[in-house]
């Protein structure tokens, strides 16, 4: 694509504004204060991880020669049982938005996680390099791997757990980002709070640059569902947790903790900004539900955690688990545990006995338990844990957030265990490599549990539109709606692996009959072949001609029109092309072009009556 004026006179006016800033009183300063902790004053572990990202974009999934419309089928998480996805969902991403809104993020909040974290080993309360500091010592203290390998090892390891543990099949590097933001958050809120502000004028300042002018008229949009019905929030939530989590960790280790009242503001602040509060269910077909009202509450309630679990005071707990002497409050803890283990063990021995899978029971039962074990659990930590006497205020926060963190993913254990048996795949589709390819309606999906869940109808259920099959990756999805191939009337389904590649078409026609249903096929081509993989019901036109009525009907190659008389067929023709006809009986079917659409007609001798119009598509 050429460059434009536009885009020339943005990027000169970014590059006078950096110079102007470089300018400012206060370089030195800034400079000093990053090399203090950054190698050479840059945040290197950030700029590998955004590279590892966008390259696998480019090459991996062939975004360098299709930017816009990439390979994703191959890096999601289908399954447990496939490996590939497992490895690949966390840096894949399913378009240029997708992936560019997630480096952009990254941009911002990866540095100030890389500063607070160091590429040089830190002493307790201290914020400067440790130089000569004795501990400093071995590979993995040395600067330049902690630069270039620990710290975006550790933002890829964030991706990967969780993509593995998203609810449902999982793509992209936005569970990261918000292990990052979490991590960030945490170690140092306000700075944060300027770059969830700043990723906005990034944002704005990418879209300038890809689309610096934009013409668009009135648009008739087809049915999607909304936005943020979409949104993987399980994945994100998990990943927040994560970042807090192991910013306390470090934070602990350093004896260094940010101010209450500033971290409770900003992670509100940031929750909030960030959509944090994002929660949205299914309610039944194409229905969606967002608990915005309990999000914001979650937000709200998540700060007060966050902040006690951080910067929280030490005082002993109060309460019966706690006032008590060690023992007394121990030996109560480990009672309610212990009935609680022994409901656990029922429940198990139940399902065995009645021949219910184990696997469901440990998960439902075994999530319902955690949390109520959750009350207990401070008392029977270890010393070693906790120090000295009762558990804190702030060491009780802290496993609240241990058991969230285990309670939000688990859910995703039963979705993950799906697999597709090569006897599932359907026959009447096209293939390209190891994907099947097919459009059907009221389908039931091809996944059965891989392992025994107790209930064969685990994953059952029926599906409508362009479905994408593969037992090879345990994947079983439908790629475009019902709805939405009615509307457009095409759809491009590119499938492939990392060295190839190749789009399959799918197309609808069909006949719009006067009065009752459309009549409709949807044919499937790859480079090789073709098939019409459906026909829909035939459909009889309301206008008729004395004793004579008409039928439309799909068919292996084409479109019938059926000649009824008095109810009893008398003769079958294909409907000609446009500017053509054909004769059954005495009557003259006759394919007239119009503007829009074709239309379809029969001539009496007595009478001529319009039966069916072509079918049109994308609003037309």
Known sequence: MPISFTQVVLVLSVLVAGAFAWRLDGRSQWRATLESRLLYGVPWGSIVTIAVVVAFYLFAQGGLRNWADPITFPYITWSFFYPTGLATAGIAHSGPNHLLSNMTATALFAPIAEYAWSHYPQRSGDDTRAEGDSTSTGLLARPVVRAFVVFPAALLAAAFVTAVFSLGPGLGFSGAVFAIVGFALVTYPIPAVVATVATSALSLLVTALSQPVVREGIEIVGPTPPDWASIGFQAHLLGFLLGVLAAIILLSKRGRHPPAARLFGATVIVGMAQSLWLLVWPA????FVLYRGAGVVLVVALALVVTVAVAGGRRALTGPLSSASGPSRRTIARGWLAILAGLFGLSVLSAV????????????TGVVLLILAVPALPAVMPDRWTGEGPMTTRQSAVVVLVVLTLVVAAPSLPLSLGVVDQEAVPEDGVTAGDYTVLYDEDRATGQSPGIDLGDDEFFASNQSGVMVVSPDRELWTVDTQEQMLAFDGNATVPVGSFDW???IEVERTGWEVIGND???????????ESDRT???????ANTAVGEYSFVLEATADGFDVVVLEDGEEIGTAAIPDAGESTTVANLEIRTEAGNDAASLVVEHPDATVHIADEETFGGD
């Not at 039944?284 to 229905?287: F, I, R, T």
């Not at 459906?534 to 009889?540: E, L, N, Y």
């Open 501 to 503: 590649r190749e789009e």
């Open 353 to 364: 006995a009645v021949g219910q899978g184990i696997a469901a029971v440990v998960i439902g």
């Open 284 to 287: 039944g077909d194409d229905v």
């Open 518 to 528: 459309t009549v409709y096929a949807v044919d499937v081509a790859t480079d090789d």
């Open 534 to 540: 459906f026909q829909s019901d035939s459909s009889q």
